[in-house]
């Protein structure tokens, strides 16, 4: 068995998690924000047996898109004045970022 841990926007999750429950997957949704741009984003939590794994995958891959977005650099930069002025920054958020565990062991009481 595998937990895919998807840290997803929050534009696709509502569209993701339907997607994976019509496909007969559970999943667990986190309200999360991602340290960088600190904003709100996603972090679903999916556990799948092994042969599962990949359909589980091809659904986040078809759901999920990346999106261009600005933000605010979090690290200002000095101004002549010697003051800190914040600036803009493009970067390029998602489609999902998933990290993959092996799970030991699966427990429901
Ligand atoms: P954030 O940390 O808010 O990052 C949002 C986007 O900002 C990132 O998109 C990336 O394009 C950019 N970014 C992040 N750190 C940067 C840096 N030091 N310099 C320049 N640009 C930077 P994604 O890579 O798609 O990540 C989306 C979200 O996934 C992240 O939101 C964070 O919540 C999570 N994430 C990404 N990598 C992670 C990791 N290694 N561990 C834990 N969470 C991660």
Same mark, same amino acid.
């Given at each position: 068995?595998? @937990? $895919?841990?998807?840290?997803? /926007?929050? +534009?696709?999750? *509502?569209?993701?998690?339907?997607?994976?429950?019509? *496909?007969?997957?559970?999943?667990?949704? @986190?309200?999360?924000?991602? %340290?960088?741009?600190? *904003? %709100?984003?996603?972090? @679903?939590?999916?556990?799948? +047996?092994?042969?599962?794994?990949?359909?589980?995958? #091809?659904?986040? +891959?078809? $759901?999920?898109? !990346?999106?261009? /977005?600005? *933000?605010? !650099?979090?690290?200002?930069?000095?101004?002549?004045?010697?003051?800190?002025?914040?600036?803009?920054? #493009?970067?390029?958020? %998602?489609?999902?970022?998933?990290?993959? @565990?092996?799970? +030991?062991?699966?427990?429901?009481?």
């Amino acid at each position: 068995m595998k @937990l $895919i841990i998807a840290i997803v /926007q929050d +534009e696709d999750s *509502a569209r993701l998690v339907r997607g994976l429950m019509d *496909a007969g997957y559970g999943v667990t949704k @986190l309200a999360t924000t991602g %340290g960088f741009l600190r *904003a %709100g984003n996603t972090t @679903l939590l999916v556990g799948v +047996e092994d042969d599962r794994f990949d359909g589980a995958m #091809e659904v986040i +891959e078809k $759901i999920c898109k !990346s999106r261009k /977005q600005i *933000a605010t !650099s979090p690290s200002p930069m000095s101004g002549s004045a010697g003051v800190y002025v914040p600036y803009p920054v #493009e970067v390029v958020v %998602g489609g999902a970022t998933v990290f993959v @565990l092996n799970v +030991e062991k699966f427990v429901k009481i």
